[in-house]
Every structure is written in C-alpha cells, then in structure tokens.
C-alpha cells in the first residue's frame, strides 16, 4: 500500500518535519501492481477447457486451473478521451447518471433502465442503427451473493458463440439476412458501479490490441439446455491493463467483446475487437471496504 507523505506547517526556522498518512487512499487510485488470474497453460484431463455452468451430480465442475501474474494495471482517470472501442476496445463514458437508483426489480430494469442503455450507446458509439439488449447481470459480493465479481481474465463470447448470439436473439431471416451482407455487428457490455464509488474488486481491461490471438482460448461454457463459449486469456509479457479509480454511478465503461469489422474494429491481422477483462483485488482498499462492490453490467448486440 503507497503512502503520502504530508509536511507540517511550521513558524520556526528550522526544517519541517515530514509526517506519514496512516489512513489508505479513499478511493485507492493511481497505477497498481495487482495479481491477475490467467489461463493455465493445460487443463487437468487434457481436454479442451469446459466449465459446467450448473452443479453437477457427479464429474468435474471444469477442468482448468487459473495461474496468477502479477501485472501493471494503469489508472485512466482524467486521460478518459484516450479510449475508445476501435482501438483499445473499451471506453469510458462519463455523466451518465440513472433514474434506476435500487437495481432489485429486473422488470423494471428491463422497463427502464435499458432505453437509458440504449440511448448512451447511441450517442456513444458512431455507425450504430440498432441495439438489441439480450441480458443483464448485477453483481454483489457476499457469503450470500449468487453472481460475485468474476475473477478471472476472460472475454464474454467466442467468434462462434457471438454469431450464435445474433441468430439466438434476432429473427432467423433478419439474422441470416444481417450475416450473409456482412453488417457490422458489436457484441457490447455496458458495466455500471451501484453504490459507487468503487472501492473494493475494481474492474480492470486490457488493450486489445496488447492482446495476441495465441493468447486466447475457447472455454465450453456447459448448461442443462445449450453450449455456448467464452475465451479465457493467457499471460504475455506486454499486455497493456487498464481500470477507472473511484468509478461513480454515473459513469459507465464499454467494454466490446466481438466484432465482426476486423479492419476498424479489430484488425487486418485476426484480432476480433475484444478486450479481455477482469475484477481484481486493489493493494489500496481499505479493509473495511471489503465486500462492498456492487455493479450491473447490460449485455448488448449492436448493429452496423
């Protein structure tokens, strides 16, 4: 934990004497060395990484394990305008407060708190003609908390399970019609603090483009009723990480997990648009801050 050395004011001639701060940062900011957990290099049966999404009566849950490196996470609070989706594949978006203050009723979320989503994506996000939201996640920490912060380095959707995502929530001919003539489709998360600001697990995300296609890798993601696949990341010297100090309510970050403009939105070379992502553990919280995180994140489909 950094210290902050404060000088006291003196009447005498003599040299003030330097006093240290005792009491943390609130809210910790400022670039950070932090432990992030990667993908392991193998799984433990040799098999392509899964994850069962729901207890299972007999097997193995998943079978791979996290590896921890400890990286350089950069704050961007006040370089804002630095950041947008073309390039790093995130962006923060600032005064953007809510009329949604409890976050407990998800009819009324999808009620009203998701026109409010979509409205910042269209004046955020050049190019846009629709945005189709599939679903939304609150996050709480807590002995009780059924969906905690996610504390792995991961992107949300696979290539395929992306285009799958277009067919799972679109019209079929619609879908077929928007894959077939190549409409630009963005696979978009809108992550919002409730109860900022945020103290405990920020989040961090890297630069996608300090992030090789070696370094990914498709997860199984295994439900009752479907497949579907997200990537899990492995480490590489020269990733570039990110996150917000003290991120307010009224601020979200978009973080792009697909797109299918490889030229503007990801590259010539393969890269997707994608930012990998992750909460972590900040050296600066203050213990009792501890468990205090909160957070909605609003998946969306966004077209052309």
Not at 48 to 62: I, W
Not at 128 to 154: C, S, W
């Amino acid at each position: 934990m950094s210290t902050v050395t404060q000088t006291q004011t003196s009447t005498s001639t003599s040299t003030p004497t330097p006093t240290v701060a005792t009491e943390p940062t609130y809210p910790p900011y400022g670039d950070v060395p932090a432990a992030l957990n990667y993908q392991g290099p193998i799984t433990t049966d040799g098999a392509p990484p899964f994850l069962f999404v729901e207890p299972r009566a007999t097997g193995p849950q998943k079978n791979y394990i996290d590896i921890p490196h400890t990286v350089t996470i950069h704050d961007l609070r006040g370089l804002e305008a630095d950041f947008n989706l073309d390039k790093q594949a995130f962006q923060p978006v600032l005064d953007v407060p809510s009329t949604e203050k409890e976050f407990t009723d998800d009819a009324k979320i999808e009620r009203e708190y998701y026109p409010e989503i979509k409205d910042i994506l269209k004046k955020h996000v050049p190019g846009l003609e629709e945005v189709v939201i599939f679903d939304h996640t609150i996050r709480r920490k807590g002995p009780a908390a059924t969906r905690p912060p996610v504390m792995r380095v991961h992107i949300d959707q696979s290539v395929p399970a992306s285009y799958q995502r277009i067919r799972q929530h679109l019209p079929a001919e619609r879908a077929e019609e928007i894959i077939s003539a190549g409409t630009r489709v963005r696979i978009i998360n809108v992550w919002r603090p409730i109860g900022g600001p945020v103290v405990d697990t920020p989040l961090a995300f890297a630069d996608s483009r300090s992030v090789e296609e070696e370094d990914v890798v498709p997860v199984r993601h295994i439900l009752p009723n479907r497949e579907g696949s997200t990537l899990g990341v492995k480490f590489r010297e020269g990733q570039k990480w990110w996150y917000w100090s003290g991120m307010r309510d009224e601020e979200v970050v978009l973080l792009k997990c697909f797109d299918t403009d490889t030229v503007v939105g990801g590259g010539v070379e393969g890269r997707r648009g994608r930012t990998p992502h992750t909460a972590f553990v900040h050296p600066g919280t203050p213990v009792e801050k501890k468990g205090t995180r909160e957070s909605i994140e609003v998946r969306c489909l966004v077209i052309g």
